[in-house]
Protein backbone atom coordinates (compact mmCIF):
# COMPACT_ATOMS: atom_id res chain seq x y z
CA UNK A 1 0.00 0.00 0.00
CA UNK A 2 1.82 3.39 -1.26
CA UNK A 3 1.15 6.54 -1.54
CA UNK A 4 -0.44 7.23 2.42
CA UNK A 5 -0.86 10.70 3.53
CA UNK A 6 0.48 11.67 7.28
CA UNK A 7 -1.55 10.65 10.10
CA UNK A 8 -3.84 13.86 10.83
CA UNK A 9 -3.94 14.34 15.25
CA UNK A 10 -7.87 14.17 14.62
CA UNK A 11 -7.46 10.66 13.71
CA UNK A 12 -4.74 9.44 16.54
CA UNK A 13 -7.06 10.76 18.76
CA UNK A 14 -10.04 8.89 17.54
CA UNK A 15 -8.40 5.76 16.47
CA UNK A 16 -6.48 5.78 20.39
CA UNK A 17 -9.41 6.69 22.10
CA UNK A 18 -12.02 4.25 20.31
CA UNK A 19 -9.76 1.23 20.00
CA UNK A 20 -8.07 1.73 23.62
CA UNK A 21 -11.78 1.07 24.74
CA UNK A 22 -12.63 -1.82 22.37
CA UNK A 23 -9.47 -3.66 23.51
CA UNK A 24 -10.87 -3.64 27.32
CA UNK A 25 -13.55 -6.08 26.14
CA UNK A 26 -11.04 -8.44 24.01
CA UNK A 27 -12.48 -11.07 25.91
CA UNK A 28 -16.00 -10.59 23.74
CA UNK A 29 -16.90 -11.24 19.83
CA UNK A 30 -15.10 -13.57 17.21
CA UNK A 31 -11.56 -13.79 17.49
CA UNK A 32 -11.23 -11.60 20.57
CA UNK A 33 -10.14 -13.95 23.26
CA UNK A 34 -6.71 -12.73 25.37
CA UNK A 35 -3.70 -15.17 24.97
CA UNK A 36 -3.25 -15.53 28.88
CA UNK A 37 -0.03 -14.15 29.63
CA UNK A 38 0.93 -16.83 32.14
CA UNK A 39 1.28 -18.91 28.79
CA UNK A 40 3.81 -17.14 27.32
CA UNK A 41 7.33 -17.76 28.07
CA UNK A 42 9.83 -14.41 28.47
CA UNK A 43 10.80 -13.78 25.01
CA UNK A 44 12.07 -10.87 22.89
CA UNK A 45 11.45 -10.70 19.55
CA UNK A 46 13.02 -8.31 16.36
CA UNK A 47 10.27 -6.95 14.10
CA UNK A 48 11.43 -5.12 10.81
CA UNK A 49 9.09 -3.11 8.71
CA UNK A 50 8.82 -3.04 5.01
CA UNK A 51 8.74 0.69 4.96
CA UNK A 52 10.33 3.66 6.30
CA UNK A 53 9.93 4.63 10.01
CA UNK A 54 8.47 8.12 8.93
CA UNK A 55 5.71 6.27 6.91
CA UNK A 56 2.29 6.25 8.56
CA UNK A 57 1.89 2.42 8.09
CA UNK A 58 5.03 1.89 10.30
CA UNK A 59 4.31 4.72 12.94
CA UNK A 60 0.55 2.58 13.11
CA UNK A 61 2.26 -0.89 13.66
CA UNK A 62 4.20 0.15 16.17
CA UNK A 63 1.27 1.52 17.97
CA UNK A 64 -0.18 -1.92 17.36
CA UNK A 65 3.16 -3.84 18.62
CA UNK A 66 3.18 -1.38 22.02
CA UNK A 67 -0.63 -2.70 22.48
CA UNK A 68 0.80 -6.29 21.88
CA UNK A 69 3.72 -5.52 24.56
CA UNK A 70 1.14 -4.03 27.32
CA UNK A 71 -1.02 -7.09 27.35
CA UNK A 72 1.15 -9.74 26.20
CA UNK A 73 4.31 -9.64 28.90
CA UNK A 74 6.54 -11.48 29.76
CA UNK A 75 7.11 -11.15 26.06
CA UNK A 76 8.62 -7.73 24.30
CA UNK A 77 8.48 -7.47 20.50
CA UNK A 78 11.71 -4.87 19.93
CA UNK A 79 11.07 -2.66 16.19
CA UNK A 80 14.80 -3.28 14.91
CA UNK A 81 14.54 -1.73 11.19
CA UNK A 82 12.16 0.29 8.86
CA UNK A 83 12.46 0.31 5.09
CA UNK A 84 14.28 -3.60 4.49
CA UNK A 85 13.65 -4.67 1.14
CA UNK A 86 13.52 -8.10 0.28
CA UNK A 87 16.73 -8.04 -0.62
CA UNK A 88 18.05 -7.10 2.68
CA UNK A 89 15.71 -9.69 4.30
CA UNK A 90 17.21 -12.07 1.74
CA UNK A 91 20.67 -11.24 2.72
CA UNK A 92 20.04 -11.45 6.75
CA UNK A 93 18.01 -15.26 5.99
CA UNK A 94 21.35 -16.38 4.26
CA UNK A 95 23.34 -15.13 6.89
CA UNK A 96 21.31 -16.98 9.45
CA UNK A 97 20.30 -13.10 11.00
CA UNK A 98 16.67 -13.10 10.62
CA UNK A 99 14.03 -11.07 12.46
CA UNK A 100 11.69 -13.01 14.20
CA UNK A 101 8.74 -11.11 12.86
CA UNK A 102 8.54 -8.50 9.23
CA UNK A 103 6.17 -7.34 6.86
CA UNK A 104 5.94 -7.59 3.50
CA UNK A 105 3.25 -7.26 0.47
CA UNK A 106 1.09 -9.66 0.66
CA UNK A 107 1.92 -10.79 -2.78
CA UNK A 108 5.82 -11.51 -1.58
CA UNK A 109 4.64 -14.41 0.86
CA UNK A 110 5.34 -17.22 -1.84
CA UNK A 111 8.88 -15.90 -2.47
CA UNK A 112 9.91 -15.61 1.55
CA UNK A 113 8.55 -19.02 1.62
CA UNK A 114 10.74 -20.73 -0.49
CA UNK A 115 13.52 -19.25 1.67
CA UNK A 116 12.63 -22.64 3.93
CA UNK A 117 12.88 -19.40 7.03
CA UNK A 118 9.19 -18.70 7.20
CA UNK A 119 6.63 -20.14 9.29
CA UNK A 120 3.25 -21.98 7.53
CA UNK A 121 0.85 -20.55 10.05
CA UNK A 122 -1.92 -22.84 9.52
CA UNK A 123 0.37 -25.59 9.97
CA UNK A 124 1.67 -23.96 13.55
CA UNK A 125 -1.33 -23.04 15.26
CA UNK A 126 -3.24 -26.22 14.22
CA UNK A 127 -5.95 -26.34 16.96
CA UNK A 128 -5.48 -23.23 18.37
CA UNK A 129 -8.76 -22.10 19.15
CA UNK A 130 -8.44 -18.01 18.79
CA UNK A 131 -6.72 -18.80 15.32
CA UNK A 132 -9.79 -21.08 14.39
CA UNK A 133 -12.30 -17.77 15.30
CA UNK A 134 -10.19 -15.74 13.73
CA UNK A 135 -9.40 -17.55 10.44
CA UNK A 136 -13.11 -17.99 10.04
CA UNK A 137 -13.51 -14.61 10.11
CA UNK A 138 -10.85 -13.65 7.43
CA UNK A 139 -12.51 -13.15 3.75
CA UNK A 140 -11.57 -16.20 1.83
CA UNK A 141 -10.19 -14.36 -0.47
CA UNK A 142 -7.72 -12.06 1.26
CA UNK A 143 -6.56 -15.71 2.87
CA UNK A 144 -6.47 -17.77 0.01
CA UNK A 145 -3.93 -14.45 -1.97
CA UNK A 146 -1.85 -15.31 1.25
CA UNK A 147 -0.97 -18.71 1.08
CA UNK A 148 1.50 -20.75 -1.60
CA UNK A 149 0.62 -24.53 -2.76
CA UNK A 150 -1.76 -24.98 0.60
CA UNK A 151 0.81 -23.02 3.54
CA UNK A 152 -0.53 -19.62 4.81
CA UNK A 153 2.84 -17.86 4.36
CA UNK A 154 1.91 -14.79 5.68
CA UNK A 155 -1.20 -12.93 8.04
CA UNK A 156 -3.08 -11.02 6.62
CA UNK A 157 -3.27 -7.68 8.50
CA UNK A 158 -5.07 -4.86 6.64
CA UNK A 159 -6.02 -4.24 2.95
CA UNK A 160 -6.48 -1.32 0.55
CA UNK A 161 -9.18 -1.55 -2.60
CA UNK A 162 -9.85 0.38 -5.74
CA UNK A 163 -13.48 1.07 -6.37
CA UNK A 164 -14.93 4.30 -8.50
CA UNK A 165 -15.22 7.38 -7.22
CA UNK A 166 -17.05 10.97 -8.76
CA UNK A 167 -17.02 14.19 -8.77
CA UNK A 168 -20.29 15.34 -8.01
CA UNK A 169 -19.77 19.36 -9.16
CA UNK A 170 -19.03 17.64 -12.41
CA UNK A 171 -22.32 14.77 -12.29
CA UNK A 172 -24.58 17.91 -11.49
CA UNK A 173 -22.94 19.81 -14.36
CA UNK A 174 -24.06 16.89 -16.85
CA UNK A 175 -27.30 16.59 -15.33
CA UNK A 176 -26.74 13.20 -13.56
CA UNK A 177 -27.13 11.05 -10.26
CA UNK A 178 -24.48 9.35 -8.45
CA UNK A 179 -24.55 5.99 -9.58
CA UNK A 180 -25.92 3.26 -7.46
CA UNK A 181 -24.46 -0.31 -6.91
CA UNK A 182 -25.37 -2.74 -9.96
CA UNK A 183 -24.64 -0.15 -12.53
CA UNK A 184 -22.88 -1.63 -15.28
CA UNK A 185 -20.18 -0.87 -17.70
CA UNK A 186 -22.85 0.32 -20.02
CA UNK A 187 -24.06 2.87 -17.83
CA UNK A 188 -20.77 3.94 -17.22
CA UNK A 189 -19.99 5.00 -21.11
CA UNK A 190 -23.33 6.59 -21.09
CA UNK A 191 -22.51 8.80 -18.06
CA UNK A 192 -19.09 9.60 -19.03
CA UNK A 193 -19.90 10.85 -22.52
CA UNK A 194 -22.20 13.27 -21.01
CA UNK A 195 -19.88 15.18 -18.59
CA UNK A 196 -17.11 14.66 -21.76
CA UNK A 197 -16.16 18.01 -22.45
CA UNK A 198 -12.57 17.55 -23.97
CA UNK A 199 -9.87 18.67 -23.46
CA UNK A 200 -11.25 20.85 -20.35
CA UNK A 201 -13.00 17.85 -18.55
CA UNK A 202 -12.76 13.71 -19.66
CA UNK A 203 -15.61 11.43 -18.53
CA UNK A 204 -12.72 9.29 -17.44
CA UNK A 205 -8.83 8.97 -17.13
CA UNK A 206 -8.19 5.29 -17.59
CA UNK A 207 -4.84 3.88 -16.31
CA UNK A 208 -3.53 1.21 -19.02
CA UNK A 209 -2.01 -1.36 -17.45
CA UNK A 210 -3.01 -4.49 -15.58
CA UNK A 211 -4.27 -3.06 -12.00
CA UNK A 212 -6.73 -1.27 -14.36
CA UNK A 213 -7.20 -4.60 -16.62
CA UNK A 214 -7.84 -6.47 -13.08
CA UNK A 215 -10.45 -3.67 -12.09
CA UNK A 216 -12.12 -3.99 -15.29
CA UNK A 217 -11.79 -7.62 -15.62
CA UNK A 218 -12.93 -8.64 -11.88
CA UNK A 219 -16.44 -6.80 -12.76
CA UNK A 220 -16.51 -10.05 -15.21
CA UNK A 221 -16.10 -12.75 -12.93
CA UNK A 222 -12.59 -13.13 -14.27
CA UNK A 223 -9.62 -13.45 -12.62
CA UNK A 224 -6.02 -13.73 -12.86
CA UNK A 225 -5.61 -17.64 -12.67
CA UNK A 226 -8.57 -20.28 -13.08
CA UNK A 227 -9.96 -21.78 -9.89
CA UNK A 228 -7.56 -24.64 -9.83
CA UNK A 229 -4.83 -21.68 -9.54
CA UNK A 230 -2.61 -23.58 -12.20
CA UNK A 231 -3.80 -21.62 -15.53
CA UNK A 232 -3.55 -18.23 -16.22
CA UNK A 233 -6.63 -16.83 -18.02
CA UNK A 234 -6.21 -13.16 -19.06
CA UNK A 235 -6.20 -14.50 -22.92
CA UNK A 236 -9.58 -16.00 -22.69
CA UNK A 237 -12.37 -14.32 -24.34
CA UNK A 238 -13.98 -12.49 -21.31
CA UNK A 239 -10.31 -10.94 -21.18
CA UNK A 240 -10.06 -9.68 -24.35
CA UNK A 241 -13.55 -8.13 -24.15
CA UNK A 242 -11.98 -5.99 -21.42
CA UNK A 243 -8.74 -5.05 -22.77
CA UNK A 244 -10.96 -4.00 -26.19
CA UNK A 245 -13.79 -2.14 -24.02
CA UNK A 246 -10.89 -0.65 -22.08
CA UNK A 247 -9.18 0.79 -25.32
CA UNK A 248 -12.79 1.17 -26.65
CA UNK A 249 -13.08 4.23 -23.65
CA UNK A 250 -10.57 6.35 -25.58
CA UNK A 251 -10.32 5.34 -29.22
CA UNK A 252 -14.08 4.85 -29.90
CA UNK A 253 -16.25 6.74 -27.36
CA UNK A 254 -13.46 9.66 -26.62
CA UNK A 255 -14.31 9.95 -23.24
CA UNK A 256 -10.33 9.27 -21.83
CA UNK A 257 -7.55 10.89 -23.02
CA UNK A 258 -5.27 8.98 -25.58
CA UNK A 259 -2.62 7.84 -25.83
CA UNK A 260 -3.19 6.58 -23.10
CA UNK A 261 0.68 4.57 -22.23
CA UNK A 262 0.85 4.63 -18.51
CA UNK A 263 1.60 2.63 -15.71
CA UNK A 264 1.42 5.39 -13.22
CA UNK A 265 -1.65 6.87 -11.94
CA UNK A 266 -3.99 9.58 -13.21
CA UNK A 267 -4.06 13.13 -12.02
CA UNK A 268 -7.05 14.60 -13.88
CA UNK A 269 -9.76 13.95 -11.03
CA UNK A 270 -7.73 15.61 -8.75
CA UNK A 271 -7.19 18.85 -10.43
CA UNK A 272 -11.29 18.62 -11.48
CA UNK A 273 -10.53 17.43 -14.42
CA UNK A 274 -12.62 13.94 -15.12
CA UNK A 275 -15.75 13.00 -13.74
CA UNK A 276 -15.16 9.43 -12.83
CA UNK A 277 -11.60 7.90 -11.53
CA UNK A 278 -10.42 4.47 -10.58
CA UNK A 279 -8.90 4.82 -6.99
CA UNK A 280 -9.28 4.07 -3.13
CA UNK A 281 -8.56 5.32 0.27
CA UNK A 282 -4.49 5.40 -0.33
CA UNK A 283 -5.77 8.35 -2.66
CA UNK A 284 -8.23 10.26 -0.95
CA UNK A 285 -5.39 12.81 0.95
CA UNK A 286 -4.09 13.81 -2.44
CA UNK A 287 -7.74 14.13 -3.70
CA UNK A 288 -8.53 16.55 -0.76
CA UNK A 289 -4.96 18.45 -1.17
CA UNK A 290 -5.98 19.41 -5.06
CA UNK A 291 -9.36 20.65 -3.70
CA UNK A 292 -11.79 18.26 -4.56
CA UNK A 293 -14.06 17.82 -1.70
CA UNK A 294 -17.38 17.17 -3.33
CA UNK A 295 -16.91 13.68 -4.22
CA UNK A 296 -18.51 10.23 -3.72
CA UNK A 297 -17.36 7.07 -3.88
CA UNK A 298 -18.97 3.63 -4.41
CA UNK A 299 -19.36 0.20 -6.34
CA UNK A 300 -17.38 -0.40 -9.71
CA UNK A 301 -19.47 -0.55 -13.05
CA UNK A 302 -20.18 -4.58 -13.74
CA UNK A 303 -20.33 -6.07 -16.63
CA UNK A 304 -23.66 -5.63 -18.30
CA UNK A 305 -24.47 -9.48 -18.51
CA UNK A 306 -22.18 -11.38 -15.71
CA UNK A 307 -22.72 -8.09 -13.37
CA UNK A 308 -20.12 -9.31 -10.39
CA UNK A 309 -19.67 -7.26 -7.57
CA UNK A 310 -15.35 -6.39 -7.25
CA UNK A 311 -13.38 -4.34 -5.74
CA UNK A 312 -9.16 -5.02 -7.03
CA UNK A 313 -6.81 -5.02 -3.50
CA UNK A 314 -3.49 -4.70 -2.01
CA UNK A 315 -2.24 -4.91 1.29
CA UNK A 316 0.55 -5.95 4.02
CA UNK A 317 0.66 -8.89 5.87
CA UNK A 318 3.52 -10.05 8.83
CA UNK A 319 5.63 -12.62 8.61
CA UNK A 320 6.80 -14.92 11.43
CA UNK A 321 10.01 -16.78 11.17
CA UNK A 322 10.55 -20.58 11.74
CA UNK A 323 12.42 -20.07 14.87
CA UNK A 324 14.13 -23.19 16.43
CA UNK A 325 13.52 -21.75 19.96
CA UNK A 326 9.46 -23.11 20.60
CA UNK A 327 9.15 -20.20 23.28
CA UNK A 328 9.95 -17.61 20.72
CA UNK A 329 8.01 -19.24 17.99
CA UNK A 330 4.93 -19.27 20.34
CA UNK A 331 5.22 -15.42 21.36
CA UNK A 332 5.86 -14.97 17.55
CA UNK A 333 2.39 -16.69 16.27
CA UNK A 334 0.93 -14.58 19.51
CA UNK A 335 1.96 -11.28 17.46
CA UNK A 336 0.74 -12.41 14.23
CA UNK A 337 -2.89 -13.45 16.21
CA UNK A 338 -3.06 -9.88 17.84
CA UNK A 339 -2.27 -8.00 14.64
CA UNK A 340 -5.45 -9.84 12.73
CA UNK A 341 -7.49 -9.64 15.74
CA UNK A 342 -10.81 -7.36 15.14
CA UNK A 343 -9.67 -4.59 17.66
CA UNK A 344 -5.90 -4.61 15.92
CA UNK A 345 -7.54 -4.09 12.15
CA UNK A 346 -9.80 -1.53 13.24
CA UNK A 347 -6.94 0.60 15.66
CA UNK A 348 -4.91 0.18 11.67
CA UNK A 349 -7.28 1.53 9.45
CA UNK A 350 -9.17 4.20 12.05
CA UNK A 351 -5.59 5.80 12.42
CA UNK A 352 -4.65 5.54 8.77
CA UNK A 353 -7.76 6.15 6.96
CA UNK A 354 -6.13 4.71 4.00
CA UNK A 355 -6.56 0.96 5.00
CA UNK A 356 -9.61 -1.28 5.15
CA UNK A 357 -9.84 -4.88 7.04
CA UNK A 358 -9.13 -7.77 5.84
CA UNK A 359 -11.73 -9.72 8.15
CA UNK A 360 -15.71 -9.22 8.14
CA UNK A 361 -15.80 -8.80 12.10
CA UNK A 362 -13.82 -5.81 11.83
CA UNK A 363 -16.77 -4.06 10.14
CA UNK A 364 -19.13 -3.87 13.36
CA UNK A 365 -16.56 -2.91 15.25
CA UNK A 366 -17.50 -0.03 16.97
CA UNK A 367 -14.85 2.68 16.47
CA UNK A 368 -14.99 1.46 12.28
CA UNK A 369 -18.72 2.95 12.67
CA UNK A 370 -18.16 5.69 14.42
CA UNK A 371 -14.84 7.08 11.74
CA UNK A 372 -17.39 5.77 8.60
CA UNK A 373 -19.09 8.92 9.84
CA UNK A 374 -16.65 11.26 9.47
CA UNK A 375 -15.03 9.80 6.15
CA UNK A 376 -17.93 8.71 3.87
CA UNK A 377 -15.50 8.06 0.93
CA UNK A 378 -13.64 5.93 2.93
CA UNK A 379 -16.65 3.77 4.32
CA UNK A 380 -17.34 3.52 0.24
CA UNK A 381 -13.96 1.62 0.56
CA UNK A 382 -14.73 -0.46 3.77
CA UNK A 383 -18.37 -1.66 2.32
CA UNK A 384 -16.63 -3.12 -0.95
CA UNK A 385 -14.04 -4.95 1.19
CA UNK A 386 -16.28 -8.31 1.33
CA UNK A 387 -15.99 -8.26 -2.47
CA UNK A 388 -12.15 -7.76 -2.49
CA UNK A 389 -9.46 -9.83 -4.56
CA UNK A 390 -5.69 -9.68 -5.24
CA UNK A 391 -3.22 -11.45 -7.08
CA UNK A 392 -2.30 -14.16 -5.51
CA UNK A 393 1.56 -14.54 -4.01
CA UNK A 394 3.49 -16.49 -6.41
CA UNK A 395 7.40 -16.04 -6.48
CA UNK A 396 7.00 -14.63 -10.37
CA UNK A 397 3.77 -12.49 -9.77
CA UNK A 398 5.90 -9.22 -10.28
CA UNK A 399 7.20 -10.86 -13.48
CA UNK A 400 4.15 -11.90 -14.63
CA UNK A 401 1.67 -8.98 -13.87
CA UNK A 402 4.86 -6.89 -15.99
CA UNK A 403 4.39 -8.97 -19.02
CA UNK A 404 0.79 -8.27 -18.88
CA UNK A 405 1.68 -4.59 -18.44
CA UNK A 406 4.07 -5.23 -21.46
CA UNK A 407 0.97 -6.10 -23.23
CA UNK A 408 -1.82 -3.76 -22.56
CA UNK A 409 0.90 -0.38 -23.54
CA UNK A 410 1.06 -2.36 -26.80
CA UNK A 411 -1.89 -2.46 -27.51
CA UNK A 412 -2.69 1.15 -26.74
CA UNK A 413 0.68 1.88 -28.57
CA UNK A 414 -1.09 0.51 -31.62
CA UNK A 415 1.76 -2.04 -31.93
CA UNK A 416 -0.41 -5.01 -31.86
CA UNK A 417 -4.18 -6.32 -31.71
CA UNK A 418 -5.69 -6.81 -28.73
CA UNK A 419 -5.68 -10.63 -29.11
CA UNK A 420 -2.91 -10.84 -30.30
CA UNK A 421 -1.09 -9.12 -27.33
CA UNK A 422 -2.97 -11.03 -24.16
CA UNK A 423 -2.57 -14.65 -26.24
CA UNK A 424 1.31 -13.95 -25.98
CA UNK A 425 0.97 -12.35 -22.61
CA UNK A 426 -0.84 -15.37 -21.66
CA UNK A 427 1.82 -17.96 -23.15
CA UNK A 428 4.63 -16.16 -21.05
CA UNK A 429 2.41 -15.52 -18.07
CA UNK A 430 1.74 -19.50 -18.41
CA UNK A 431 5.41 -20.23 -18.65
CA UNK A 432 6.36 -18.22 -15.39
CA UNK A 433 3.22 -19.69 -13.78
CA UNK A 434 4.59 -23.14 -14.36
CA UNK A 435 7.63 -22.79 -13.62
CA UNK A 436 6.33 -21.56 -10.26
CA UNK A 437 4.58 -24.37 -9.83
CA UNK A 438 7.50 -26.62 -10.02
CA UNK A 439 9.46 -25.45 -7.47
Not at 345 to 354: H, R, W
Not at 423 to 431: K, L, P, T
Amino acid sequence: MNRTPSLSRRRLVLGSTAVSAAAIATACGAGQSSTPPAALQPAKLTWWSNLADTHPESQTRVKIIEDFNAQMKPVEVVPEKFGASLTNIKAVIAADTAPDTYFVAWREGAEMFLTGSVADLDAEMKGDKEWGDLRKEIFPLMLETSMWKGKLTSMPVYTNNTITMWNNDLLTRAGLKAPATGWTWDDFVDMSKKGNRPPDIYGFELWADSSSFVNWYGTYGGRLLDQTGKKVTVGSPEGKETLQFMLDLGKRHGVSPMPRISTGRSMLFIQGKSMFEDTGPFRLADIRKGGITNFGAGSRPQHPKKKTRYAANGGHNLVVTRMKDANKLKAGLSLAKFFNRPTSQAKMCTLLGTAIPVSKAVLQQKDMLEYGKTDPQWKACVDEAPYGDRAPTLPSIVKMLAVLDTAINDVFADKVAVSTALDQAQREMQQLLDADLAM
